[in-house]
């Protein structure tokens, strides 16, 4: 089937510690995105990719890197930089960035313990 | 910049009744998309509707319609005769054609609660 896979579901991290989040997709989409949610919050954008090998800063951008070596795949990592990661992180991915709809993941928790 | 604003945090109502969920957005662009999502608890956005800016028809799908009037610059979304399986949080979102990003600007969400 179609889609797209965010993994793991659940990831916890000490403090000081980086962690990656995984976002794989297969439907042929060129653009991807990766958004935080926090409680009673819409999402917010942390960076987006039109091809491969390009990505933007969205609005929250400090404290993430990502990168996107193959068309499928969209991994962010979350530093130490970021002084409160806990939070809904959601990954998608669009045809292209011309305004078409958007497929979201499951999303992935993450909770620094 | 751009914006959307859903000032109803939490809206409950019992089965049956009809429910409106109202979308202000703000942009200073002339070609812009609006979009509503539907966030079941399972955490996936599914996504319901978009709307170019140039066309302000009425939509309806099944129980669904959306109200789109660029003179007040809202995109409201109304479930007729709601249903429990209509419980989620929904979001309404903007991206701009022109100017700035092509990425969806999310309203901050309402809670709906159908109550059986």
């Known amino acids: 089937d179609g889609g797209i896979t965010q993994s793991p579901k659940y990831l916890f991290r000490k403090e000081g510690q980086n962690v990656t989040l995984s976002c794989e997709q297969n439907?042929?989409?060129?653009?991807m995105y990766w958004y935080r949610q926090d409680p009673g919050q819409g999402l917010r954008l942390i960076y987006y990719s039109q091809i491969v090998n390009d990505f933007q800063k969205g609005d929250i951008a400090e404290g993430y890197s990502v990168s996107r070596e193959k068309k499928e795949s969209f991994p962010l990592t979350v530093t130490s930089a970021q002084k409160n990661p806990t939070a809904f992180y959601l990954c998608?991915?669009?045809?292209?960035?011309?305004?078409?709809?958007?497929?979201f993941g499951q999303g992935t928790r993450l909770t620094v313990v | 910049a751009q914006k959307v604003t859903q000032a109803q945090t939490e809206i409950s109502v019992v089965e049956k009744e009809d429910v409106t969920l109202d979308c202000v957005y703000e942009t200073r662009d002339t070609t812009y998309y609006l979009f509503w999502y539907k966030q079941p608890p399972s955490g996936e956005l599914v996504f319901l509707i978009r709307?170019?800016?140039?066309?302000?028809q009425n939509e309806i799908s099944g129980r669904y319609s959306w109200n789109f009037q660029k003179s007040t610059s809202s995109f409201n979304f109304t479930i007729t005769a709601s249903q429990v399986v209509d419980s989620a949080v929904y979001f309404c979102a903007l991206s701009e054609a022109n100017m700035g990003r092509r990425a969806l600007t999310f309203g901050s969400g309402t809670r709906l609660q159908v109550q059986p």
């Open positions: 998608a991915s669009a045809r292209d960035l011309m305004n078409t709809e958007a497929f």
């Open positions: 709307r170019n800016s140039f066309d302000e």
């Open positions: 439907l042929n989409h060129d653009a």
